[in-house]
């Protein structure tokens, strides 16, 4: 190719460009590399057909994303997911595609070999937009989530034979039943040498690297495995696509899985790109202009049919709006059918012109995408009145709860130990082979891969964990690690531990806690400072009244109680304003374990004068009403707890931010006013205790329904979200309303 180093620069600026530009409209990187082809090759009249080297070049794009699939394809996994994979995902294709091919063969005049591959083609959605787009939402999780994991799972198993057809209808010298007996003969003896080398080789040639700890080395076999499974199967007669996807199911059940795919994200996304420019570079611009309104036709019919044939087949399992979200999410036609119908162009078994226009509706159909699965909950509500349940994320989605453990040596053994023994949960990350081994026979649970792996960090979501620690002795390993993590977030919490000043020195750019000390001692401090929250609130809870407490005088002994009452709401309020106030998660933690500790023995002094036999009828009245409190004091916390993680979450997002701030700035308000009540209870107090409970929580409903209801546009992760936060505001008023009571009947018998 003539000027190839000018194509180059301006194919980068006009893709970076475009997409600077797409992603502030949550339009993924995908599109921009389409549109960026297509613009380049208007402009400097470049042609995809016939350059030999970029159309290797891009198919090698598609061969690194099946290894990556095949990774993985262990067979639990598929297991864990037969119903949404095999049953729906081959409904939806086989139907899908064969309604398609009977409305090309009728209203298209398409000869049946065309019209069925065709049809298997428009069946196809688009795994990286939709994937991406439910990762990041969180609703993977939600049950259409699940069946869009499982259909897509089997799209792109189904691309195999729907490539595999193209070969066999295209060729005219041998007949069907030999070719597929060829076909066969030649599959199996495919399988048969990718099986054997990587059941009794592969494990042992990454053993090996694994011992060199050179990331250039690691790289190069996974090429070599990536390109040479490719190449088998190309030789055979097969896609090179075909044989990468083998080449990953052989690594996707071995301990290097996850570092072989954070390796090799990079060459995928950078072939996937030059993949969509060359995707782009087949659009002839002229054609768009004279065939848009039949292109509008094809995209409206194309996704309504899909949209309408995934929702009839998932209605007979699933409730009506799961399904037609599915459908919603599915509707559009994927990135792997811009490669079937290049095939059926570069094939001629299509007419140029007829592909060049589904194409171009291929990727207007991905440009919606974003936006329809954004409003995917608005559209679901016009036909179905389901609710949005299924769509709420769970607290622990807010906040995590698990440690992360970078290394397995002698140190970080010892620190897994003592986070065993202190019941806090954690994931061990190596990349030794032998720490990997040692860790799966001590029944941890361990990753192998670079701890300094943004991919494999985010994928063991650290953004979510309470802490993460790193074992090693060497500076410069520390740095790494450290670093990948600002990178992911500065804020993130790490514990490092290193061997002087000096060394501490040269980590304080990172945001980070540093240890000095050795192994055992440094381990025992690390954890010690995760779990001395429960320690202390133990210690600190019986000291300060148990010596105080008598069963003779039970009446102090009821003023006692009360006073301690007054501390359980004084925590609450502290661990609601750790989490408004953005603190460490072990400082909340602190809060929680403390309003456990005397929760429990508030209850065993309560229930120890109960039997006693020592009181009065107005001491007995006393400790009814103590008692109720203590039951609503233990609700609010655990609605507190809940609407806290909430709150951090509406506040991360622009529409909801100044409703998070009035309700924190309410609530706090409250909590105040009934620590005055339960330290001093005058009338006053009271009073203006009961202003603001007032009411039956209309105003609740009312700010759930203009959010909910087209005043502002919120994802569907934020909308469960705010239902559950204005439920718990809900509840929240009715105890403050409650404990106010009680503490007006207190006054009375006192």
Sequence with gaps: M???????????????????????????????????????GAVMGIEHHGN??????AEFGIVFLMFTIGLEFSANHLLSMKREVFLFGLLQVVVTGAAFAIISTTLFDLSAKSSIIAGLGLALSSTAIVLKILNESGQIKAEF???SLGILIFQDIAVIPILLMVTLFTNDDKSIGVLLGETAINALIVLAILIIIGRFFLARIFKVVATTNSKEISMGTILLVVIGASYLAHHFGFSFSLGAFIGGMMLADTIYKYEVEADLIPFRNLLLGVFFVSVGLQIDLNLVGEKILTIIMLLAGIMLVKALVI????????????????????????????????LLMSTQMLDPTICQTVMITVVCSMICTPFLISNADRIALIFTSESLDDDQISEDDVLGEHVILCGYDSFGRAVSDNLDNAKIKHVVVTDNTDDYIKARKENKMVVFGDASDRVILERLNIGKAMSTVVTADEIDRIKEITASISIIDPKLKVIAKVLNDEEKEELDEF???????????????????????????NETARLQFLDKF???????????????QARLLDIMS????????????????????????????????????????????????????ISDNQRIMESMNHTLEAMGKELRGLEEVDATRNLAGVAIEGLDAILMTLKDVAVSPSEEDLQILENLTAGEGSSMSGIRERYLNGEHTLPPSVRGLLVSTTGHMDQLKDQFGALGSNYKRLVKLS
């Design 511 to 537: 945001n980070h806690e540093f240890i000095l000390d050795g192994n055992s001692h440094a381990a025992s401090l690390m954890v010690d400072r995760i779990n001395k929250s429960r320690l202390l609130a």
């Design 145 to 147: 989530g699940r069946n």
């Design 311 to 342: 929702y009839l087949l998932l209605a007979i399992w699933q409730g009506k709006k799961s399904a037609l979200k599915t459908a919603i999410t599915l509707s559009q036609i994927g990135e792997f059918s811009l490669v079937v119908f290049s």
């Design 574 to 625: 502290h661990s609601f304003n750790a989490l408004r106030e953005h603190r460490d998660i072990m400082s909340i933690k602190a809060f929680h374990e403390s309003f456990k500790v005397l929760y429990e023995i508030i209850e065993k002094m309560l229930q120890k004068l109960s039997v006693s036999g020592t009181l009065a009828t107005k001491e007995f009245e006393r400790l009814n009403v």
């Design 550 to 564: 008598s069963l003779d005088d039970p009446g102090l002994s009821l003023d006692l109680l009360a006073s301690e």
């Design 52 to 57: 030999k080297e970029l159309e290797h070049i």
């Design 2 to 40: 003539e000027h190839l180093i000018p194509i180059l620069i301006a194919t980068l600026a006009v893709a970076t460009l475009l997409n600077v530009i797409l992603r502030k409209f949550n339009i993924p990187t995908v599109i921009g590399y389409i549109i960026a082809g297509a613009i380049i």
